[in-house]
């Protein structure tokens, strides 16, 4: 099945913490982004990639980082995670033209 | 930078009526627009995708329309059912590398 797969689905962890949400696509596409989404601002990009070893900011930027050493793995990493990153964070892909996302399940994550 | 709006922001329907949901954007200068699917504390779910010189698509009880030179898209669902019940988010892809979401619409369908 075609898919995007994000681990973990939830996750709680302490103020200063470092934490690494994984996101994997099987289906070859070369844009992977990742998302924010916070009740009355909806869905933000954080970070986008458009093929392995290409990345680049996206609008709410700060806090995270993020590789793409595989065409299919697209880690978000929070070196030092904070309560305002506390969020549900998705993962999407899609194949270079003008094709749809597809969007992982979501991990909500809480920092306390 | 482009804005998205979805009007209204929350509906209710007794099962069986069509309805319509709206979305509007800034920039017309889009690639296309999707139209997604959200179950609570679920992820997306893209249920249609037009392209900019698309005037409308359809999806079983779905139809979607775009006009891209008013800046709008509707959704038109048919015969509404319970499990329809969701959030309904509309998405329009602006260049290369972003899209931009409206808040979206919470339908729930009264049995």
């Given at each position: 099945e075609a898919q995007v797969t994000q681990n973990p689905r939830y996750l709680i962890t302490v103020t200063g913490k470092k934490l690494t949400v994984t996101c994997s696509q099987n289906m070859n596409?070369?844009?992977?982004?990742?998302?924010?989404?916070?009740?009355?601002?909806?869905?933000?990009?954080?970070?986008?990639?458009?093929?392995?070893?290409?990345?680049?900011k996206g609008d709410v930027p700060e806090g995270y980082k993020v590789s793409r050493k595989e065409k299919r793995n697209f880690p978000l990493i929070l070196e030092s995670p904070s309560p305002n990153q506390t969020s549900l964070y998705f993962c999407a892909s899609r194949r270079t033209g003008s094709y749809g996302y597809t969007f992982g399940s979501g991990t909500r994550l809480t920092v306390v | 930078k482009q804005e998205v709006t979805q009007i209204p922001a929350a509906l209710s329907v007794p099962e069986g009526e069509n309805l319509?949901?709206?979305?509007?954007?800034?920039?017309?200068?889009?690639?296309n627009l999707q139209w997604f699917r959200q179950d609570p504390g679920k992820g997306l779910t893209s249920l249609l995708l037009i392209q900019s010189s698309q005037r409308e698509q359809t999806s079983g009880r779905l139809n979607a329309s775009l006009d891209k030179s008013s800046g709008r898209s509707t959704l038109y669902i048919a015969a509404s059912q319970p499990g329809d019940s969701a959030t309904y988010l509309c998405a329009a892809r602006t260049g290369a590398n972003n899209l931009f979401f409206g808040t979206g619409t919470r339908l729930t369908v009264i049995p």
């Open positions: 596409h070369e844009y992977m982004s990742w998302y924010r989404q916070d009740p009355g601002l909806g869905l933000r990009q954080i970070y986008y990639s458009m093929n392995v070893e290409v990345t680049d | 319509v949901l709206n979305c509007s954007f800034t920039d017309s200068a889009i690639y």
